[in-house]
C-alpha cells in the first residue's frame, strides 16, 4: 500500500493551519486597528487639546485687553507642555514681549494694542493650520476604515474559499470513501459478492477498505467452498458450467460433465454413523481431487452427490477419466469403524447431450440412475457401451434372491 497520511495527522494539520490563519487575520486586523487608534487618538489629544488651549489664549488676551486683569494667565495658558508640538514658539515670543511693554511706563495704548492683535492673529494662524491638518487627516483615516473593511471581506473571502478547498479534500479523503466502503458493504450485504469498496483516502481508511476487500475475497472463497470436503459447492459448480458452456460455444468446443453418487450411503450413515459418513465424503473428495486432470474442476454438488466439469475433451476421454475415478474409490482401503464404498457416475458431453447446464446435468444424472440400476458402482458415459465393473456379488446374490437392491 503506498504512503498514506494517517486521518489524525490530517486532522491536526488543518486544524494547525486553521488556528494559524486565524491567529494571522486577528493579528493583521488588531495592527490596523492599533494604527488607527494611535491616529485618532493624535487627532483627538494633540491637536484638539492644542485648538482648545490656543483659543483659551485668545479669550484671555481679549479679556486682559478688555478688563486689564492679570496678564499672568496668558504666560501661563502657553507654558502649557501641550502646545509644545504645535509650533508656538514666535506666539510665545509676541506673549513675552507683550509683557514686556506693559512694564514699559513710554508704551502707548496704539502700541499694545497692536502688539495684543498680532498675538492674537498668530495664535488664530496656528488654530486654522491646526484645524486644516485635522480635516486633512480625516480623509486618511476614512481610507484606512474602507481598507480594514476592505481587507477583513478579502480575508473572511479567502477564509471562505480555504473552507471549501478543505470540504473538498475532506470529501475526497474521508466521506467519499466512507460513502463507497458503504455502498460495497449493502452490496455484499444484498448478495453480490463481486462488490470492492476502493482503497483510497487517508492511511484509516485505505486500511479498512482494504481490509473490507479482503473480507469480501474470504466471504466470497467460503460461499464458493464446500466446508467438509474443501471443495467447491453447487454456486461455484453453477458458475463454472456457465462460463464453460459461453466459452465452448464461442469457439466451438467440447466439455463434459460427471456427476457421481456415493453408493448406499445413506445405509453407510445409519450403519456406521454421521461421523464415519463425513470421513467417506472427505475420502471420496481427496480420491477425486487426486485422480482428475488439473484442468478439471471438481465439486460437491449436494449430500453425497459429487460433478467434475471436464474442460476439451470427448466420449473416450470423458469416460477413461470416469473410469478412473470410480476405480481409485473403489480401491480405498476401509478406515477403522468404517467400511469401504463405491460410486456410480454418468456423464455427458457438450453439445451432444446438451446446450444448457439443465440438459447437461438432466442426462448425466439420467445415466447416474442408469448405473445405479445396472448395479452400481459403474460408469454409464456417452458412446456404444457402459464402461464399469460387474455387480459386486453381494448385489448378484440380492438381485437372485430378488431382494431390493438399495
Request: aromatic share 6%; hydrophobic share 45%.
Amino acid at each position: 500500500m503506498p504512503q498514506r497520511p494517517k486521518l489524525r495527522r490530517r486532522v491536526l494539520l488543518l486544524t494547525f493551519a486553521f488556528a494559524l490563519a486565524l491567529f494571522a487575520i486577528t493579528f493583521g486586523l488588531s495592527w490596523r486597528a492599533k494604527v488607527a487608534q494611535e491616529r485618532w487618538t493624535r487627532l483627538i489629544s494633540v491637536e484638539t487639546e492644542a485648538i482648545a488651549r490656543l483659543e483659551e489664549v485668545i479669550r484671555a488676551q481679549n479679556a486682559f485687553r478688555a478688563r486689564h486683569g492679570h496678564y499672568g494667565v496668558v504666560v501661563q495658558l502657553l507654558s502649557d507642555p501641550a502646545l509644545d508640538e504645535v509650533g508656538v514658539t514666535r506666539l510665545r515670543g509676541r506673549v513675552r514681549s507683550f509683557a514686556a511693554m506693559l512694564d514699559d511706563p513710554e508704551v502707548t495704548p496704539a502700541d499694545l494694542d497692536l502688539a495684543s492683535n498680532a498675538i492674537v492673529a498668530d495664535a488664530q494662524r496656528i488654530i486654522d493650520a491646526r484645524k486644516q491638518i485635522v480635516a486633512n487627516q480625516i480623509p486618511a483615516l476614512e481610507r484606512d476604515t474602507a481598507a480594514m473593511m476592505s481587507s477583513g471581506l478579502a480575508i473572511a473571502w479567502i477564509v471562505v474559499l480555504v473552507s471549501f478547498a478543505v470540504v473538498q479534500v475532506t470529501l475526497r479523503k474521508v466521506v467519499r470513501p466512507i460513502e463507497e466502503l458503504s455502498s460495497a458493504a449493502d452490496r455484499i450485504a444484498a448478495g453480490d459478492l463481486t462488490a470492492r469498496a476502493p482503497v483510497a483516502g487517508d492511511l484509516e481508511i485505505a486500511r479498512l477498505g482494504a481490509a473490507f476487500n479482503h473480507m469480501a475475497d474470504e466471504l466470497k472463497a467460503r460461499a464458493r467452498t464446500d466446508d467438509l470436503t474443501s471443495m467447491p459447492n453447487f454456486r461455484a459448480f453453477r458458475e463454472r458450467i456457465d462460463g464453460e458452456i459461453e466459452r465452448a460455444s464461442r469457439y466451438e468446443s467440447r466439455f463434459g460433465v460427471l456427476v457421481l453418487d456415493l453408493d448406499r450411503f445413506k445405509s453407510y450413515n445409519d450403519t456406521y454413523g454421521h461421523l464415519a459418513g463425513n470421513d467417506a465424503l472427505q475420502r471420496v473428495a481427496r480420491a477425486i481431487r487426486e485422480t482428475v486432470r488439473t484442468v478439471d474442476f471438481p465439486a460437491r454438488y449436494g449430500g453425497e452427490e459429487f460433478a467434475v466439469i471436464l474442460p476439451e475433451i470427448d466420449e473416450a476421454s470423458a469416460s477413461m477419466i470416469a473410469e478412473r475415478i470410480r476405480a481409485a474409490i473403489e480401491a480405498m482401503p476401509a478406515p477403522a469403524g468404517g467400511a469401504k464404498v463405491t460410486v456410480s457416475i454418468g456423464a455427458a458431453i457438450y453439445p451432444a447431450d446438451g446446450s444448457s447446464p439443465e440438459s447437461l446435468f438432466k442426462t448425466a444424472d439420467e445415466r447416474l440412475y442408469a448405473a445405479k440400476e445396472g448395479g452400481r458402482n459403474r460408469v454409464v458415459a456417452p458412446g456404444p457401451r457402459e464402461r464399469g465393473t460387474e455387480p459386486p456379488p453381494t448385489l448378484r446374490a440380492r438381485k437372485s434372491a430378488g431382494l431390493p437392491s438399495a
